[in-house]
Nanobody
């Protein structure tokens, strides 16, 4: 069983940066696929990024086209923490961001069984 808690959200100006953190407890990150989703007001929840683990030391991030080249997902296994570095932020990035964990993972919500409470990111001048 895994519990996830996001942090690091807040207000930011267009072009600015934020780093979101997802602290996990009750499990081992190496046993799960980790991902980030977001939900804007009046919109459905959408995929942002997830980690593809090749082995213990090697992984790469998979990203939605809307954030590719601007966002970077990374993991610190020793501290059971997943990060989402967000650069060159745009107003359309405004949303509640959710950390998720699943035994398989992918780009769809139903592929993840564990979710955090979400953290608000607001991009405006």
């Amino acid at each position: 069983q895994v519990q996830l808690v996001e942090s690091g959200g807040g207000p930011v100006q267009p072009g600015g940066s934020l780093r979101l953190s997802c602290a996990a407890s009750g499990g081992t990150l190496g046993d799960y696929v980790m991902g980030w989703f977001r939900q804007a007001p009046g919109k459905e929840r959408e995929f942002v990024a997830h980690i593809v683990q090749k082995d213990t030391r090697t992984y790469y991030g998979s990203y939605a086209d809307s954030v590719k080249g601007r966002f970077i997902i990374s993991i610190e296994k020793g501290k059971n923490t997943v990060f989402l570095q967000m650069n060159s932020l745009k107003p359309e990035d405004t949303a509640v961001y959710y950390c998720a964990a699943g035994t398989l993972g992918g780009t769809r919500e139903n592929q993840y069984g564990y979710w955090g409470q979400g953290t608000q990111v607001t991009v405006s001048s």
